[in-house]
């Protein structure tokens, strides 16, 4: 996720002070543009899982609009940083591995399959 430059432009939404967490609102922000602020999630180095509010109309290939950004986590620990960014390397490596297993199970079972198809064809010679 791109990081973007911090803003002090934004509009809040409304919060409910009941402390019952289904009562509770996440504050809503509209960007620059004028359209609803998205709640994103980051997964760099430096921010891993850090939620935020960005543009509205922010794509991959149009890029970011107005440079609207509004952090809506606190930034964590150095060492929830470390966790965070050990526990996403140790499941991507867990991820190849499997995909790597999934490879080879299907290939085992083409070769049966082929080994069966020789020895139907065999027994019909």
């Known amino acids: ?21 289904s ?24 921010n891993p899982g850090r939620r935020f509010f960005g543009c509205g109309l922010y794509t991959k290939s149009m890029g970011k609009v107005c440079n609207f950004f509004k952090w809506y986590d ?3 620990s150095e060492r929830e940083k470390k966790l965070i960014n050990a526990l996403l390397k140790k499941n991507d ?6 995909n790597k297993l999934v490879i080879g199970i299907v ?5 049966v399959m082929f080994q069966l198809i020789v020895i139907v064809m065999l027994m019909f010679m």
């Open 74 to 76: 606190e930034a964590c």
């Open 23 to 46: 009562s509770w609102k996440r504050p809503q922000f509209k960007c620059r543009c004028g359209v609803d602020s998205p709640l994103c999630t980051a997964w760099t180095v430096e």
């Open 1 to 21: 996720m791109e990081h973007r430059k911090p803003s002090s432009s934004f509009s809040f939404g409304s919060k409910s002070s009941s402390s019952s967490a």
């Open 107 to 111: 290939c085992l079972g083409l070769i």
């Open 93 to 98: 490596l867990l991820q190849n591995s499997n």
